[in-house]
Structure formats: C-alpha cells, structure tokens
C-alpha cells in the first residue's frame, strides 16, 4: 500500500495556483499507480506540515511540482516536512522514516530528462520547420542568484538538445542571470530564432517580462535579418502530465515491499466514519446520512429544499465549491469561517473521507490527535525560527505584532490556537462541531506577521 504526495506552491491569494497539481492528481489516481494522491501545499491546505499526517498509508512518495530545482524543493519543502535535510537532493532522492511512515522524497517534476523532449515539442509548435539549418533554439530560464542549482536543468537540457543535433545552435539565456537573455542578438547567428521559456506556468514573466525585454509584437516577430519564434512555456504542455508519470513510476519502483495502513490514520476516520454515520455536524457543514449515502452540506443550509442547492457527487466537486467563498475569494485555509452557502454533496462511504479531506484538510486526523492527547503542539517561537527567505524576519516580532496579527487572521477562523496555549478540551468527537485544533501557525498568519512588520518599517510590501 503506497500513497503519493504532489506537493505545490499554492497561494493566499489566487484559487487557481493549486490547479495545476490538482489536474496531475487526478490524472495519478486514474492510472491506479498509487493507492491514494493526495496533495499538499506551501501556502495552502493541507500543508506541508500536515500533508504527511493526512496520508493512509506507511509508505510515502512525495514529489515536488516544480519546474526547477532551487529554494523551495531544496530547503523549504524538506524542512517543512521534518525531512532534516537542506540542500541539493540527490538523484535517487531523499528517504526517511517519520512519525512511522517511510517517506521518500524525490526531485522535481522539471529536471527530469524528458522534459527535453517538451521544449522540443513547444519549439515544433512555434516552427513547425525548425532545423539544423537555419534554426537556434533559445531556452529561456528566470536565473536567480538565490539558488545555483535551479539554472543547472536549463543548461543540462541545451546540452542535451545541442548533443541532437536538431538545430543550428542551442543556448541557455535567463532574465536575472547571466548570459542574460538580452544579449541574444550578440550570440544567436541564425536567421530563425525559436525560443522557448522554461517557465512553469503563463503568467507575468512569459506574458509581459520576456516580450518586453526582447520587443517582441507577437508570436512572431521580425528584427532585421533575424525572426523569433516566441513558444508557449514548458511546464503547462500535455507532455507533463507524462513526465510526472515517469517520475512517479520511477519512485514507484523504489518501494519495493509498499506499506500498511497507518494505524492512527485508520483509527481517526475509522471513528469519523461511525459518528457520520449517525450524523455529524463539523466545522461549518453537517453530514446527514440517507438510505446508504451520505449528504453534506453547509450547516445553515440545514431545512433547504434540494432544488434550491447546486448538487455536487464527487470529492472533487466539494474541492471545487469550497476553494472560494460567497463573493469569490480564495479561501487559502479551509476553517476560516466562509465556507459558501448554496451546495449540498452526495456522497458513498468510500467518497466520503476524501471529500471531508477537501472540505477540511487535515482537521480529522488533528482532532482525533487532540481527542487523544497526542496531538504535538509547535510554539511561535519554534515556527518563526524555522522561516527562511523574506520570513527570516518574523523572528524578531514582538509577541504584541503575533498577537495583533493572530486577532485579524485567527478570529476569522474556527481553530483554537494551541500553539499560543489556548485550551481546547472537546472537539467533533466529543460532539462539538467548532472545537477544531491550531497545533501551529499556519503560513497565512506568518504572512500576516511578516507584512505588519514590513508596513512597519515602511516598506508596505505586499506579500
Ligand atoms: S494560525 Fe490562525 S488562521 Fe491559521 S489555522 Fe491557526 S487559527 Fe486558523
């Protein structure tokens, strides 16, 4: 038994950031490769403090969903997870044993060698005719003097498509490093020039810094004796749906022997599950049990008429009506208390943890753990000396500012904060719906932190 972790950045701000790993997921699970994917995010839910613990099984794979290597699959990621490690990742991945499951943590998606063969097929798109004749191909990589290693797979893919022999010439240019992408025409002799932006998804960068920088007009665009065949990024092609696979298969073929049902996992939904299936109210939402399915719904939609709701039947149609409050927010954490009125969910038993998983990511096994006195609580202290990068410095926040930014962020949400020693003696299993422990301060409250400080100090940087 072997469940796989896609782990992806996510937002505070934008419900479409986590799509993309949403999409690789749901694809993962059609091929059966695994016996669950689930997901976990930097600034969404179930975090990366969590994700683990929402696993059902003993065997772990974790793959992070980014096109490079670099700060977040080298040193936040790791460290988020407990893997107690920091730096580079070695080729055959990362392997440890925690809170008693074995995880195994690969690198990301982007460095694998096939996605050669993507920028190749985005090149073919932009010049169908591309040769070794008359065409350079130009891979175009962000730079950063942060992290070192997340050029290497730009460079390693020019080597690999200039040994191929497919073009004129192959270079690697980056907007924020040296060679700068600027400098093109000094290097690129070809008459046909297709470049191609290493870049994970489109957005500002392929859309408006790279066209700027280079005075493009359009897809194609003519400068003297020299045209730029400008292609789509890489890291949103079908193609990486399969190099994901691949990946996936390879870190599949490293767990030999697979894993056992978590015990504490099992024991939490296994208890869940018989309180549902007298009814349950959690958090916001109530779960109505009805002639063999399960019906969820928001709690103050109790007594509606069905014809009033938008009826959805599956996990992910909870996923979907729930990343978005009422007036279209995102809802980076799911028990602030704006979950959207209007729905309701029918739901099998098999369905029903997955979807619960998504209406609350992470509080069934939490408040089981709290339930049970077993739920590790993390002091501010602790999570602020562990931040990193721009968070470095909500280390040096007063315990005024947290608690300033704990009453604009934490009143909003059904948790009680263990980590700043509030007390929470029931939660769902002892029949309260809101008692739903905070074991830790999730990303959006050191955000909050973090940019108070920032206004402070004049800077007014928006996170
Ligand atoms: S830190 Fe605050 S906002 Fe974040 S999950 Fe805990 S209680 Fe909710």
Known sequence: MRSLVLIGHGSHLNSESAGAVYRYAELLRERGLFDEVVEG?????????QVLRTCRY???????MFISEGYFTETVIPRELGLGHQGPVPPEGIARV??????????????HASMSDVILARAHEALPDANAQDTALVIIGHGTTRNENSNRVIHQNAERLRAAGLFAEVHALFLDEDPRLSTWTDVVRSPRVVMVPFFASEGWHTLETIPEDLGLTGEVTTFG??????SKPTGTHAMVADVVLNLAEGARGQSLQGGDVDAHHAQ???TFMRLAQGGVRLGEAVITPQA??????????EGRGNAGLHTVVTPEGVRDVVREDEGGHHRPVHTLRNLPRGWRA??????????????????????????THALHTTPWATTARRQTGIYTKVQSATAEQVEAAARDVCSRCLKTRLWASQKLDSTVFDGVPGGIPCPEACTLLVAEVRERMSAKAGGGHHH
Not at 58 to 64: E, L, Q, R
Not at 354 to 367: D, F, G, I, Q
């Open 41 to 49: 995010y930097w600034k969404e839910e179930p975090s990366l403090r």
């Open 58 to 64: 003993t065997d772990v794979t974790v793959i992070p």
């Open 98 to 111: 925690l809170g008693g499951k074995t995880v195994r943590y690969t690198l990301p998606y982007g460095v």
């Open 225 to 230: 004796a020299q045209t730029v065949y400008y």
């Open 268 to 270: 939490a939904w296994d």
């Open 292 to 301: 063999g399915v399960f019906e969820l719904r928001h709690m103050l939609d």
């Open 346 to 371: 029918v739901l099998s038993a098999e369905d029903l943890p997955r979807a619960v998983h998504y209406l609350y990511p992470a509080v069934v096994e939490e408040s089981f753990a709290c339930h």
